[in-house]
Each structure stands twice: as C-alpha cells, then as structure tokens.
T-cell receptor
Framework: GAVVSQHPSWVICKSGTSVKIECRSL??????MFWYRQFPKQSLMLMAT?????????EQGVEKDKFLINHASLTLSTLTVTSAHPEDSSFYIC????????????FGPGTRLTVT | DAKTTQPTSMDCAEGRAANLPCNHS???????VYWYRQIHSQGPQYIIH???NNETNEMASLIITEDRKSSTLILPHATLRDTAVYYC?????????FGTGTSLTVIP
C-alpha cells in the first residue's frame, strides 16, 4: 500500500527558532500534498494544500509567512515553522494524494512539535 | 468547513458490531463519503469510501442512504484495537475538512 513518512517524528525547539518537517511519499508520486495541525483533544485542521512545483494554498487564518511550505518534487513536501513560539506546539500531519490512486488520501504518522 | 455531524462518543462490546452514524445532509451529487480513523497520536488511517452504493472491504462496510444524506460505518466484529476516533468526511476533489469525529471505545 501507499506509504507516507514524516521526519522527524518529534522535535523540541526553543522559542524563536525555526523547524523544518519533511513529508515523503515512499512508493508513489504525490501530485498534491496537504498539511494539517492538530491540538490536543481536537480534530485535524487543514492548514494548506501544496501542488508540486507551485505555491501552496493556505486556509483562512493560517499565516503563510510563518508556515513555509515547499513541494519541490512529487515525493517530498516540507513545512517550516519559522520563529516558533509555544503556541505553535502541536501535532503536525501531512497527507498525500495521487490521481493515479484510489482517490484516498494517504496520511503520514505525524510530527509532534514542542516549543519551549 | 466540515459538512458532517457525528455523535461525540460511542461504546461497543468486544465482538459485537459497531455502527457509527454520520449525517451529511448538504452533500452534493458528486461528493464522496470517506471514513478514516485515528488511534491516539498517530496519523489517520483510511477505512472505506463510497459515492452512492454500499461498500464493503476487509475492514468495514459503508451503508449510504438512498438520499445520501446520511451513512453508517459498520465494523462487523469490534476488537479492542478498534478503539479510536472515527471521522466521516465529505469531499469534492481532494481536500478533506475533518469534523469532530466519534470516539469509539470497545469494551472487553
């Protein structure tokens, strides 16, 4: 089956620093990748949609200058949280979609970010 | 925004069928109904999806009403490992907007 990986699985960083999270589709090419954020005891919130080779589309209320998304290839998308603050601490999940698949979104295992 | 309504929580006895309802009264003709589940601190796992017809796979069955305004996910023989949050999602294209989901607890 289609596998999506994320790296790192967890990260702790100091306030004011930037953190990069990678999302890779391991055995398929993802024309579109998505980034979600999930706070404790809450549902997943879609942050942005990225298509390979073009700028990401951000959901309303998501700061594009703070959450930088790059989708440079059909198997890799990165999310960089710039100048992280404690309120950015969350569970970040990516997913990948391919037009050649069964119309499912394949989700990564998530990255736990803690900003101290 | 999520277009679905689900009960907040449900319990099910181990070995019995778990029936999880979902209301999607504003669904459009070309929108699919997807079900995913999320076990604590993991990424969502695909279960099943459908458009009009009932669907069955090795994990579950999906029953969609004729007017498509609601659906039911059926786990035929629930096990303790099925304890998770179950999300019903309606989408056009490839963007998913998650609702609050149903927290299913399978009781021994």
């Amino acid at each position: 089956g289609a596998v999506v990986s994320q790296h790192p699985s967890w990260v702790i960083c100091k306030s004011g620093t930037s953190v990069k999270i990678e999302c890779r589709s391991l055995d398929f090419q993802a024309t579109t990748m998505f980034w979600y954020r999930q706070f404790p005891k809450q549902s997943l919130m879609l942050m942005a949609t990225s298509n390979e080779g073009s700028k990401a589309t951000y959901e309303q209320g998501v700061e594009k200058d703070k959450f930088l998304i790059n989708h440079a290839s059909l198997t890799l998308s990165t999310l960089t949280v710039t100048s992280a603050h404690p309120e950015d601490s969350s569970f970040y999940i990516c997913s990948a979609w391919t037009s050649g698949g069964l119309y499912e979104q394949y989700f990564g295992p998530g990255t736990r970010l803690t900003v101290t | 925004d999520a277009k679905t309504t689900q009960p907040t929580s449900m319990d099910c006895a181990e070995g019995r069928a778990a029936n999880l309802p979902c209301n999607h009264s504003t669904i459009s003709g070309n929108e699919y109904v997807y079900w995913y589940r999320q076990i604590h601190s993991q990424g969502p796992q695909y279960i099943i999806h459908g458009l009009k017809n009932n669907e069955t796979n090795e994990m579950a069955s999906l029953i969609i009403t004729e007017d498509r305004k609601s659906s039911t996910l059926i786990l035929p023989h629930a096990t303790l490992r099925d304890t998770a949050v179950y999300y019903c999602i309606v989408n056009t294209g490839n963007q998913f907007y998650f609702g609050t989901g149903t927290s299913l607890t399978v009781i021994p």
